[in-house]
């Protein structure tokens, strides 16, 4: 699996924030592993996380993500995969890519629609291309499957 997209219905307007920048303000910044000019997370709402528990699981930890610029190719660092929602694309054409090992053979593209609950393999190479603005997702790490 590359991309897939879930039978999780869309998220209640009053329970998200679309804008980036106000997420930035509002939620503080938890994910340490990369410069925060790059890439940000930050905690949601209790009412959101509720909503998602049906779906997703008593246990599940959501997070907004703040992407600032393209994210060269890389394999995510400590997940295999991830649920994600798009709020915001931050461009009108951006793609995120696959890879082979070689990091140059592309496997498979996508241009991800918002408001979109799916599933993405972040275990093999893959890169997003075309932001000009910040992009805003909700996402939701898996740590053992593929
Ligand atoms: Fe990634």
Same mark, same amino acid.
């Given at each position: 699996?590359?991309?897939?997209? @879930?039978?999780?219905?869309?998220? #209640?307007?009053?329970? +998200?924030?679309?804008? #980036?920048?106000? +997420? ?9 592993? *990369? #410069?925060?000019? *790059? ?6 709402? %209790?009412? /959101?996380? $509720?909503? /998602?528990? #049906?779906? @997703?699981?008593? %246990?599940?930890?959501?997070? !907004?993500?703040?992407?600032?610029? %393209?994210?060269?190719?890389?394999? %995510?660092?400590?997940?295999?995969? &991830?649920?994600? !929602? /798009? @709020?915001?694309?931050? =461009? ?34 893959? =890169? ?8 805003? &997702?909700?996402?939701?790490?898996? !740590? $053992?499957? *593929?």
């Amino acid at each position: 699996m590359i991309y897939s997209e @879930l039978n999780i219905p869309q998220v #209640p307007k009053s329970l +998200v924030c679309c804008d #980036p920048n106000e +997420v930035r303000q509002q939620y503080p910044n938890i994910w340490r592993e *990369v #410069p925060t000019t *790059v890439y940000t997370q930050h905690v949601v709402s %209790d009412e /959101l996380t $509720n909503f /998602l528990k #049906p779906y @997703l699981g008593d %246990d599940v930890v959501v997070r !907004y993500q703040v992407i600032e610029k %393209d994210i060269p190719i890389h394999c %995510d660092y400590g997940r295999t995969s &991830a649920i994600n !929602y /798009l @709020l915001y694309e931050g =461009g009108d054409e951006v793609i995120t890519r696959w890879y082979e090992n070689d990091k140059t053979t592309q496997k498979y593209q996508m241009r991800i629609p918002k408001f979109k609950w799916h599933k993405i393999n972040t275990s093999i190479y893959h =890169g997003v291309h075309g932001i000009n603005d910040k992009r805003l &997702a909700l996402t939701v790490s898996l !740590y $053992n499957d *593929v």
